[in-house]
């Protein structure tokens, strides 16, 4: 018999549970039990006392219950989350080929694990936890998946929490950063290195994962660059918002004449510099420079050097209520780099924003090339890399476009 408390939703969020999204809104809510505590998993029904599945639920946050089951006979003990974690890992060992040295082990609701993200960099676990539900069971989650790692092979020696993400006070959550302490990890105490050396597509890369951005390395992009790196053969490239230098080094590897690696960031061309050096690349340089500026310049100058562009931008937005003005950005820096190139030149292009949907990306895309007097071609559209899988049902999965076009 379940003993779990009771919150009754409209019928606009009973079709959208039974449509299979997990959120329910605190405005979607006709009745709850007394004394819900908060991160306590409850029972969801419809107005009919129908059941619809079990979440999380907080109060104070706008998603109220964030679903986690729909099987009314799931008990939610550690053998529960050991499941769902042994899923998480079998599923990577899956898309990627066995190997899990370097990828995102967990991505919240595209797990069922909702506002947990845990990233692999060889024996190093970086997780960022932004629900209450999952913070209140931390210890219990953890241990999990340690277990869950070591039991498939996997030496894991840190875990380190980067709970450093404005996201988590709309939870009612404070931010923290620190290594979390198990049987067998590494502590603050022993003074380990923030760095690990990490390989992906056959390139080295130094990640700090408690001063790098987000969890240290941007894992999502990591075929993208495979896709990008398969037309730089003989090509000058100009790399823009390089970060750890990824995009450029992926091209350096495949025969690009000459790669040039832009970032604003003084610190992100030194760590760039520095991963350029590790592999070896004779054939990178480096500029720090704003993007916007540099494009600029180049076309006043009438500078043709390069007949390959990179645009991997940070996000411009991350609410509705900046769409027009990320629209407008992205449009910007694509213009330019259309103007730059020279018929037959390639341009491969990002956004990292979900609320920049590809359809608005597209049409972007379109009104940029109107503005610059030319046409493009598609050669390939992609998303996040499949270690960052979207579930169908969940639209705010998905938010990485990539696109790889020739200005003919």
């Known amino acids: 018999m379940r003993t779990l408390k009771k919150v009754v939703v409209n019928k606009k969020a009973e079709q959208s549970i039974r449509n299979g999204h997990p959120w329910v809104y605190g405005e979607e809510i006709t009745f709850t039990d007394d004394a819900i505590e908060g991160g306590e998993i409850v029972d969801v029904f419809s107005s009919k006392n129908r059941f619809l599945g079990s979440g999380f639920f907080n109060s104070v946050s706008k998603i109220t219950v964030r679903i986690i089951s729909t099987n009314a006979n799931d008990?939610?003990?550690?053998?529960?989350?050991?499941r769902r974690f042994g899923y998480a890992v079998e599923y990577r060992k899956s898309c990627l080929g066995g190997n899990i040295d370097c990828c995102r082990l967990v991505f919240g609701d595209s797990d069922f694990l909702p506002g947990l993200i845990v990233d692999k960099f060889g024996s190093c676990l970086v997780t960022q936890i932004m629900s209450l539900g999952i913070e209140k069971r931390k210890d219990m989650l953890f241990s999990a998946l340690i277990d869950t790692l070591r039991r498939n092979g996997e030496k894991i020696t840190v875990l380190y929490e980067r709970n450093d993400v404005a996201v988590r006070a709309k939870e009612g959550l404070e931010l923290s950063k620190g290594y979390y302490?198990?049987?067998?990890?590494?502590?603050?105490?022993?003074?380990?290195?923030?760095?690990?050396?990490?390989?992906?597509?056959?390139?080295?890369?130094?990640?700090?994962?408690?001063?790098?951005?987000?969890?240290?390395?941007?894992?999502d992009q990591r075929f993208n660059r495979l896709c990008a790196a398969s037309v730089a053969k003989g090509k000058t490239v100009l790399d823009c918002f390089t970060h750890t230098g990824a995009f450029a080094f992926n091209c350096a590897k495949a025969g690009a004449e000459r790669v040039t690696a832009v970032d604003i960031s003084h610190e992100a061309i030194r760590e760039s510099e520095r991963n350029c050096e590790l592999n070896g690349f004779d054939n990178v340089d480096f500029l720090c420079e704003d993007v916007f500026e540099l494009l600029t310049r180049l076309y006043n100058e009438k500078d043709r050097t390069y007949n390959y562009i990179i645009l991997d931008p940070p996000a411009f937005t991350k609410s509705r209520s900046t769409v027009t003005a990320a629209y407008n950005g992205y449009k910007e820096i694509n213009l330019k780099a259309m103007r730059l190139l020279p018929r037959g030149g390639w341009l491969a292009t990002c956004s990292c924003s979900h609320f920049m949907t590809d359809a608005l990306f597209r049409k972007m895309l379109a009104d940029a090339a109107h503005d610059a007097g030319v046409s493009v071609r598609i050669a390939e559209y992609r998303q996040q890399s499949c270690d960052h899988p979207v579930l169908l049902t969940v639209p705010e999965t998905q938010y990485l476009k990539f696109y790889l076009v020739q200005i003919v």
């Open 75 to 82: 008990t939610f003990d550690r053998s529960f989350f050991e």
């Open 181 to 219: 302490e198990y049987e067998g990890l590494l502590t603050e105490k022993d003074s380990p290195s923030s760095e690990i050396t990490i390989s992906e597509n056959g390139i080295k890369y130094v990640v700090d994962y408690i001063k790098g951005q987000k969890t240290g390395f941007f894992l």
